[in-house]
């Protein structure tokens, strides 16, 4: 559904025109002449406009010319006696998008309004959906089978098919808006537009403008009216990211939206009902931002009416195997070195490194080594030198205490592998090549260790079947 400005000095005509769209359940407003118009459409976010050609102080050509000086985007619908007439031509060499001929028949009206509509919503999508279609080349899929992200998959899954707002929480890097774009691509809004924006990295007045949109003149700069996100993502989703960075104002503006779905332009005088689905996201701890005064906090609860936490790569190392060969096959393809390979003592050097940077810095990892290897296969010295003196250095042990009457110290020892072999299986979901690379020891060792102290296959199979019974 369209807001549509019917232009006409004759009272029947936009009496006529006003019922008829507003059965159809369009919002209209009318204007007497283009004097009138130019003004309403300078103060008001219209999606088309229908307007005579003859009419006193302004014509309909002088209106439309006066109207593109500060809207080229909207469609404008020209009504006249005379079809054939150089009016009517000079109107569509100007961008009218169509014109009607009176007198006009209901069905015609109704007809022309919906195809003109549809293609301001085309037009409005279309970069959008050329973006969508560059990001889903240029960001890799969620990758992972660790108990934390099979649990996150679950959650993911049911909340796609809901338009309840997202709240997504988790470190820098760890994929926040990867899983905002899985959750919109999986749900019914898939065919609408996905809008992300970036709330930490545009200046206030600016952010404002962009989320919400402005009328000409409403600040310097503002030379046209335009269209905000929430406007674009109708329909879709809008993800804002860093949510946490916004101002009081913004806040402000934000809680109306979640409450009624109603917002105002920037400058602008009417209320604009959206239909968003809204997914924010920030790595910070918005409890904290609250007691400190820095985000509201009945926002925060309108926010997070489905909070999902992504966990760190720290928290789920055995995933680093399976995101390694995903970004090989990425950046090889890329470079045009497909087949890249890596070897074991590169994997246990990744999967030891402290990851503060999360997915991304593991991605970047990557796609340097492939760009500068020479041979077919990443190797240790492949890596940045920082990553492998971090990952060489062992974590330090828990001090231990000698008991007044001493110990058996190869009791110990063999008590303590054995409870770190079933540790790194456990972590390893049962797989025993990467509980070995978890240990650092090479497979045979690992083998010998299991036979050495009766961790069986028959214990194995039992352990996987009951993890995937109790998971």
Same mark, same amino acid.
């Given at each position: 559904?369209?807001?549509?400005?019917?232009?006409?000095?004759?009272?029947?005509?936009?009496?006529?025109?006003?019922?008829?769209?507003?059965?159809?359940?369009?919002?209209?407003?009318?204007?007497?002449?283009?004097?009138?118009?130019?003004?309403?459409?300078?103060?008001?976010?219209?999606?088309?406009?229908?307007?005579?050609?003859?009419?006193?102080?302004?014509?309909?050509?002088?209106?439309?010319?006066?109207?593109?000086?500060?809207?080229?985007?909207?469609?404008?619908?020209?009504?006249?006696?005379?079809?054939?007439?150089?009016?009517?031509?000079?109107?569509?060499?100007?961008?009218?998008?169509?014109?009607?001929?009176?007198?006009?028949?209901?069905?015609?009206?109704?007809?022309?309004?919906?195809?003109?509509?549809?293609?301001?919503?085309?037009?409005?999508?279309?970069?959008?959906?050329?973006?969508?279609?560059?990001?889903?080349?240029?960001?890799?899929?969620?990758?992972?089978?660790?108990?934390?992200?099979?649990?996150?998959?679950?959650?993911?899954?049911?909340?796609?098919?809901?338009?309840?707002?997202?709240?997504?929480?988790?470190?820098?890097?760890?994929?926040?808006?990867?899983?905002?774009?899985?959750?919109?691509? #999986? +749900?019914?809004?898939?065919?609408?537009?996905? %809008? &992300?924006?970036?709330?930490? *990295? !545009?200046?206030?007045? =600016? /952010?404002?403008?962009?989320?919400?949109?402005?009328?000409?003149?409403?600040?310097?700069?503002?030379?046209?009216?335009?269209?905000?996100?929430?406007?674009?993502? #109708? +329909?879709?989703?809008?993800?804002?990211?860093? %949510? &946490?960075?916004?101002?009081? *104002? !913004?806040?402000?503006? =934000? /809680?109306?939206?979640?409450?009624?779905?109603?917002?105002?332009?920037?400058?602008?005088?009417?209320?604009?009902?959206?239909?968003?689905?809204?997914?924010?996201?920030?790595?910070?701890?918005?409890?904290?931002?609250?007691?400190?005064?820095?985000?509201?906090?009945?926002?925060?609860?309108? /926010?997070?009416?489905?909070?999902?936490?992504?966990?760190?790569?720290?928290?789920?190392?055995?995933?680093?195997?399976?995101?390694?060969?995903?970004?090989?096959?990425?950046?090889?393809?890329?470079?045009?070195?497909?087949?890249?390979?890596?070897?074991?003592?590169?994997?246990?050097?990744?999967?030891?490194?402290?990851?503060?940077?999360?997915?991304?810095?593991?991605?970047?990892?990557?796609?340097?080594?492939?760009?500068?290897?020479?041979?077919?296969?990443?190797?240790?010295?492949?890596?940045?030198?920082?990553?492998?003196?971090?990952?060489?250095?062992?974590?330090?042990?828990?001090?231990?205490?000698?008991?007044?009457?001493?110990?058996?110290?190869?009791?110990?020892?063999?008590?303590?592998?054995?409870?770190?072999?079933?540790?790194?299986?456990?972590?390893?979901?049962?797989?025993?090549?990467?509980?070995?690379?978890?240990?650092?020891?090479?497979?045979?060792?690992?083998?010998?260790?299991?036979?050495?102290?009766?961790?069986?296959?028959?214990?194995?199979?039992?352990?996987?079947?009951?993890?995937?019974?109790?998971?």
């Amino acid at each position: 559904m369209g807001r549509i400005l019917v232009v006409d000095d004759e009272p029947s005509v936009r009496e006529l025109l006003s019922i008829v769209l507003e059965k159809e359940g369009h919002s209209v407003s009318s204007a007497v002449d283009g004097v009138e118009a130019l003004r309403l459409a300078k103060d008001n976010p219209y999606d088309l406009v229908i307007s005579d050609i003859k009419m006193p102080r302004m014509d309909g050509l002088r209106f439309l010319s006066g109207l593109r000086e500060f809207d080229r985007e909207i469609p404008v619908i020209m009504i006249t006696a005379y079809p054939s007439t150089e009016s009517a031509i000079e109107a569509m060499k100007q961008g009218a998008y169509d014109y009607l001929t009176k007198p006009f028949k209901i069905e015609e009206v109704k007809l022309v309004v919906a195809k003109a509509l549809e293609a301001l919503t085309l037009k409005r999508e279309n970069v959008y959906l050329r973006r969508e279609l560059q990001e889903r080349h240029r960001f890799p899929g969620i990758i992972g089978s660790s108990p934390k992200m099979l649990a996150l998959y679950e959650l993911m899954e049911k909340v796609a098919g809901i338009s309840s707002t997202v709240l997504i929480t988790g470190e820098s890097g760890t994929g926040k808006e990867l899983v905002a774009r899985a959750i919109h691509y #999986n +749900g019914p809004r898939a065919d609408r537009p996905f %809008v &992300a924006i970036n709330c930490g *990295a !545009i200046p206030e007045q =600016l /952010l404002e403008s962009e989320l919400f949109g402005h009328v000409k003149g409403s600040f310097t700069g503002a030379v046209s009216n335009k269209a905000g996100l929430f406007e674009v993502a #109708n +329909g879709g989703t809008l993800f804002l990211d860093e %949510v &946490a960075e916004t101002s009081p *104002a !913004i806040q402000v503006k =934000l /809680l109306r939206v979640l409450q009624d779905r109603v917002f105002r332009r920037v400058g602008g005088t009417e209320d604009i009902k959206v239909d968003v689905r809204l997914v924010a996201a920030t790595n910070k701890d918005l409890k904290e931002a609250i007691q400190e005064g820095r985000f509201r906090e009945d926002l925060y609860y309108r /926010l997070n009416v489905i909070p999902l936490h992504l966990p760190s790569l720290r928290e789920r190392r055995e995933d680093i195997p399976a995101l390694v060969l995903h970004f090989l096959k990425k950046y090889g393809e890329e470079n045009h070195r497909e087949g890249m390979g890596i070897s074991p003592e590169a994997v246990e050097t990744l999967e030891r490194y402290p990851w503060p940077g999360n997915v991304r810095e593991l991605e970047n990892v990557i796609e340097r080594a492939v760009a500068l290897e020479s041979l077919d296969i990443l190797t240790p010295n492949s890596l940045p030198e920082e990553l492998r003196r971090a990952g060489a250095e062992a974590p330090e042990a828990q001090k231990m205490e000698l008991p007044p009457e001493g110990v058996d110290l190869e009791d110990v020892v063999a008590s303590l592998e054995r409870d770190l072999i079933l540790s790194a299986l456990e972590r390893a979901s049962w797989v025993q090549t990467r509980a070995a690379q978890m240990l650092g020891i090479n497979f045979r060792s690992f083998r010998y260790r299991l036979k050495k102290h009766g961790i069986d296959g028959k214990t194995i199979k039992e352990s996987k079947r009951e993890g995937r019974e109790n998971g």
